[in-house]
Nanobody
């Protein structure tokens, strides 16, 4: 029933910025924690960021801390990922996902979007 659709990906130069959006439909995201993951070709999916239901508490992977910011607008049923100072290593397919927990394991997330591609050129 719940659908998550990511958008905002694209090709950017190293050092540039990009903001991803995750729009929910068929249900609300309010009351749920929301996270972002990414997966590069040939690599495992990795955790990026997580926000609690209100957007008050957030946590990030060490690789993006200080450069990425997760936020949400529950009235718009949307989660965002602001990405600054992008590096070629950030190139990946980015996913948003829903959870009731506070762990970084993929298995703890019950709904996933289709992903949006981010490519950072050097």
């Amino acid at each position: 029933q719940l659908q998550l659709v990511e958008s905002g990906g694209g090709l950017v130069q190293a050092g540039g910025s990009l903001t991803l959006s995750c729009a929910a439909s068929g249900g609300t995201i309010s009351g749920y924690n929301m996270g972002w993951f990414r997966q590069a070709p040939g690599k495992e999916r990795e955790f990026v960021a997580l926000s609690d239901w209100s957007g008050t508490t957030k946590t990030y992977s060490d690789s993006v801390k200080g450069r990425f910011t997760i936020s949400r607008d529950n009235a718009k049923n949307t989660v965002y990922l602001q990405m600054n100072s992008l590096k070629p290593e950030d190139t990946a397919l980015y996913y948003c996902a829903r959870t009731r927990g506070w762990i970084r394991d993929e298995s703890d997330y019950d709904y996933w979007g289709q992903g949006t591609q981010v490519t950072v050129s050097s």
